[in-house]
């Protein structure tokens, strides 16, 4: 069987042709992938030469007394950034040049743009707005990256705005907090006013509650009154018509002492002679006397001359008591007249009283009532004052409440450090800290288990259009040196692929992976194994086998998660994900390259060294049925 097998490589390497096929095979796998990887190793490092249009029609605006040129801004800052190759040009041109395929993208701002950033404050503030144009069409990657670049300029320029908002506000703030602690202060003096005022509420509750009985009493003794001014009115009436008859009597009695007075002087008159006559007697005795002595002694002529004496004493002194009396009645006369007319004219007064007595009675009355009114409204404004004097505590707990409350906002805005920092914390205040499990440096590296994978499988492919796989140059002994004759051959070829390969992906294209031996032994195996599926394939097919290989080899493309994770595919191609040998060559190529999880490698290899124990022992059992059908044919 050795010599067999010699033998076999004695032809290959005789055919010329072949060999030369074989050679050029051991290349694919780096040209596939070497070449790609090379090409797109790190694309997003290099997009300064990708050309953007820019165009800048913003108007700056000048506002409260700032002025504001967001769009001359963001253009300088563009002219310093490095991020794509920034072309400033008006909006004709950018139009043109992105249909035509100059400028992969554009960013156009607007002409309000510095006007919108002024509209902070306003109702309705304007967010500012950066027309971006792609011609995604052109291509399609370009724009997704477009859209990126765009979106971290976006998110600088917010953070630039709202740290200079931040700024504002916290000067804003401040203010606020130095008018805090003064209507803090304020509130404090409303406060102790409050206080002032809910003790001078309670005094005069207490002063009105002290004379809320002097208060019952007034109406008490308005209502006695009020009852006395009627008494007093009909005592009037009474008194008025008594001196009425008063008047009348005094009326008759002066016209009867004018009378008397009359008479008296009659009387006077009368008397006069007759003490003139008794005088003459008196004068008569005493010349009887003077000229007769001895009639003197006569007891008559004295009881005479004694009576005579007697009459003109008692005549003189009547004359006397008469002239008083007289004098008494004219005086009486003139008092009563004067009386009568004091007694007139208080009747008159007394009807005045009388009237003046309804008056009072009917005006007490009304005092009577306004007295009770007061009673009751002077109650009624104890217990309101009482209410209020609750509400002024109510009140005066608020006050001092707010007080408290706005000492603690003034000192909790004093306590804020306004600065740099403050307003950098403010306008980007959650930081994205990525933490990377494994780092993978460029968009090549990533791609590289997906590219190693495929290129190995196509490498395996094209090998199957050169290499006989079915054929032997002479008979095989055995269904085993038959497939050792292929599979020796396989075996070097694959070595070919994993040395060639990655001598070009380390030391040309710049891979570097976690383990460079596991690389070579890895890139080794999977070959191995994709070359003896084919093999298989191949072996019990033929054409229709490597067909079949094709089919696998897309399925694999779009199953195996080499660029997306297979949980986005379609549900189809999800449940197909598992039963792939490029699902777990791919992940085992991450594993070597960029992760280092050896457990998850060593569950790769257990799941491909099924396939690779599958695909020989079914190509071994085929071709030891082909032999069995040769060995019958020859001996028929």
């Known amino acids: 069987m050795n010599d067999w097998i010699k033998n076999e490589w004695v032809h290959l390497f005789k055919d010329t042709k072949l060999l030369i096929s074989i050679i050029v095979i051991l290349f694919v796998p780096t040209l596939y992938s070497g070449t790609y990887l090379w090409a797109n190793w790190d694309p997003y490092g290099k997009l300064e030469r990708l050309p953007v249009a820019v165009v800048n029609e913003d108007k700056p605006v000048t506002y409260k007394g700032t002025n504001y040129a967001i769009g001359n801004d963001l253009v300088s800052e563009l002219k310093k950034d490095k991020s794509f190759k920034w072309q400033f040009v008006n909006k004709k041109k950018a139009d043109k040049g992105i249909e035509n395929n100059k400028y992969y993208f554009g960013i156009y701002i607007p002409s309000d743009f510095s006007k919108n950033a002024t509209t902070l404050s306003s109702a309705n503030p304007k967010p500012l707005e950066l027309d971006y144009k792609v011609n995604v069409g052109s291509n399609f990657i370009a724009s997704q990256i477009g859209r990126s670049g765009v979106d971290k300029i976006r998110t600088k320029l917010s953070q630039n705005l709202s740290k200079n908002y931040a700024q504002v506000f916290m000067g804003n703030l401040l203010t606020i907090g130095k008018d805090l602690k003064s209507a803090s202060q304020g509130s404090n003096e409303i406060t102790t006013g409050l206080s002032k005022l809910s003790t001078g509420t309670q005094d005069m509750i207490s002063g009105m509650q002290k004379q809320s009985a002097p208060i019952s009493q007034l109406a008490d003794g308005t209502k006695k009154l009020s009852d006395a001014a009627s008494q007093l009115s009909k005592g009037a009436d009474q008194l008025s018509t008594g001196m009425t008859q008063v008047d009348s009597g005094l009326n008759t009695l002066s016209n009867t002492l004018y009378s008397l007075n009359y008479s008296s002087n009659q009387l006077i008159s009368g008397v006069n002679p007759l003490s003139y006559g008794s005088k003459q007697l008196d004068q008569s005795i005493m010349g009887l006397e003077k000229n007769h002595p001895e009639l003197m002694k006569d007891p008559s002529i004295q009881q005479i001359n004694t009576i005579s004496k007697n009459l003109i004493g008692g005549l003189s002194e009547v004359n006397s008591n008469l002239t008083k009396f007289n004098e008494g009645l004219t005086k009486t006369a003139q008092s009563s007249k004067t009386l009568n007319q ?62 408290d409350k706005l000492a603690s906002g003034a000192k909790e805005i004093d306590a804020i450090k306004a600065g740099q920092p403050t307003y950098e914390m403010i306008s980007n205040p959650v930081r ?176 491909l060294t099924i396939y690779l124990v599958l695909s020989i022992m079914l190509t071994i059992l085929v071709i030891n049925v082909g032999v069995k059908k040769r060995t019958s044919l020859e001996k028929a």
């Open 342 to 403: 004091g007694t007139h004219t208080v009747t008159t007064k007394l009807k005045d009283i009388s009237n003046g007595a309804k008056v009072i009675a009917s005006s007490q009355n009304q005092i009577t009532k306004g007295t009770g009114d007061i009673s009751k409204g002077w109650t009624s404004v104890i217990s309101n004052l009482t209410n209020l004097k609750k509400g002024e505590d109510k009140l005066q707990a608020g006050s001092k409440q707010l007080t």
């Open 432 to 607: 994205l800290k990525e933490k990377m499990v494994n780092k993978v440096p460029n968009y090549g590296t990533g791609l590289a288990p997906y590219f190693l994978s495929l290129s190995f499988f196509v490498g395996a492919l094209l090998l199957s259009t050169v290499f006989p796989l079915r054929t032997t140059y002479e008979s095989p002994p055995s269904g085993i040196a038959w497939f050792l004759s292929k599979f020796l051959i396989l075996m070097m070829i694959s070595l070919g692929h994993s040395i060639i390969t990655n001598l070009f992906l380390i030391y040309l294209v710049g891979l570097d992976p976690i383990s460079k031996g596991y690389l070579y032994i890895f890139s080794f195996f999977t070959s191995l194994i994709f070359m003896s599926i084919i093999q298989f394939l191949i072996t019990i097919g033929d054409n229709a086998g490597r067909f079949i290989a094709v089919i696998l080899l897309v399925i694999q493309l779009t199953a195996s998660s080499g660029t997306f994770p297979y949980e986005l595919s379609p549900n189809f191609l999800q449940k197909l994900h598992a039963l792939l040998p490029m699902t777990y060559s791919v992940q085992g190529f991450r594993t070597i390259i960029s992760t280092g999880n050896y457990n998850i490698l060593l569950h790769d290899i257990l799941i």
